[in-house]
């Protein structure tokens, strides 16, 4: 029955133990920090990323455009980019006559925005499917792949700005039973 010992007695047993085998270690640290603090050693030198990714190729086609589809909801863009004046035209239109709201135009030159690349780009859109939201998206998404396929070295910025990231989101479809998606028939008590 002596052999026997309480919880108590086995907890003060482990932390004694435990402080003397990690006193030993501090004064040798020490030790090892005084004499490390009179030898310097030299810093290791800077790693540059950016150097080690392989920078991706320019992809044009033979008249030196480059090409792209964008997506967003139900509507596919197509996209041609090559270098001019800022031009952007939409189905055979100028984006001001199609996409007569300022916001679509906004939502359109944003790549161009965030990449510094306002008025040095001409770009030709058919777009289809959807409607003009869904479409100025679709028309954003073309523009931010075809921009890094013809500036590589743009891909970060456009992609850190959430621009070559198709937007997953679509209507939810009907359900069998109700209205809508999820919008009931309108409830009559009698």
């Known amino acids: ?25 501090a004064e040798t640290s020490a030790a090892e920090a005084a004499t490390e603090a009179t030898v310097e050693a030299p810093a290791p030198a800077p790693v540059n990323i950016q150097a080690e990714t392989p920078l991706r190729e320019q ?11 964008g997506r967003r909801k139900d509507a596919v863009a197509r996209v041609w980019l090559k270098p001019g004046s800022g031009k952007i035209e939409v189905n055979g239109r100028d984006q001001s006559v199609y996409f007569a709201r300022p916001t679509l135009r906004l939502v359109i030159n944003q790549p161009f925005d965030v990449a510094d ?5 001409d770009v030709v859109v ?56 999820r919008r009931s028939f309108q409830f009559s008590k009698r």
């Open 117 to 121: 690349r306002n008025g040095q780009y």
């Open 126 to 181: 058919t777009v289809k499917g959807g409607g003009l939201s869904g479409q100025a998206g679709a028309v954003k998404h073309g523009i931010a792949q075809a921009l890094s396929r013809f500036e590589p070295a743009l891909r970060t910025t456009v992609k850190q700005a959430g621009f070559l990231t198709r937007d997953p989101r679509v209507v939810e479809r009907k359900k069998y039973g109700r209205a809508k998606a």
């Open 1 to 25: 029955m002596a052999d026997k010992k309480s919880l108590s007695d086995l907890g003060a047993l482990t932390s004694q133990q435990e402080a003397e085998t990690v006193a030993p270690v």
């Open 59 to 69: 992809q044009l086609d033979k008249y030196g455009r480059a090409y792209a589809t």
